[in-house]
């Protein structure tokens, strides 16, 4: 049986990208649970006691703790559109938090409301709205 040797080409690439990811300094970007709002008793604070700055896309309700860490929660109602709709702009949301956690303030609660255009806005529409509510929320630490 013969075995056919890989092209020196594609060794030599094989080689360079697993330095290229070895080498590569990575910043950790999690978003445990731990760092969420869960509990309804703590949306109804943020509701209650919060600061809200509204847009197009999103609503935006933040309340000072004295947290030392900030926490993050995601509010999606039916007229987002059906559990798929709902579960993609959910995911979006979290991510847009994920990214922009270490620019966040500590000790704020954030709950992030999504109206029902968000389920139609891309990505980008979305961290771009996030921004600036975040920004005149005062959130932001840069």
């Not at 039916?78 to 938090?97: C, S, W, Y």
Request: overall charge positive; glycine content about 4%.
């Amino acid at each position: 049986m013969l075995y056919r040797q890989p092209a020196p080409n594609a060794v030599a690439f094989a080689a360079a990208a697993l330095r290229s990811t070895i080498a590569m300094p990575t910043q950790r970007l999690r978003f445990p649970k731990s760092q969420r709002l869960t509990k309804p008793a703590e949306f109804e604070q943020v509701r209650e006691n919060g600061r809200v700055e509204r847009g197009p896309l999103i609503i935006l309700s933040t309340l000072a703790t004295q947290d030392r860490q900030s926490r993050a929660g995601f509010v999606t109602s039916r007229a987002v559109g059906p559990a798929v709709k709902r579960n993609r702009v959910r995911r979006r949301l979290r991510e847009i938090v994920r990214k922009h956690q270490h620019e966040l303030i500590a000790g704020n609660w954030i709950v992030t409301i999504a109206r029902a255009n968000a389920a139609m806005a891309s990505y980008a529409q979305l961290e771009a709205e996030w921004l600036r509510l975040a920004k005149r929320a005062s959130i932001l630490a840069a």
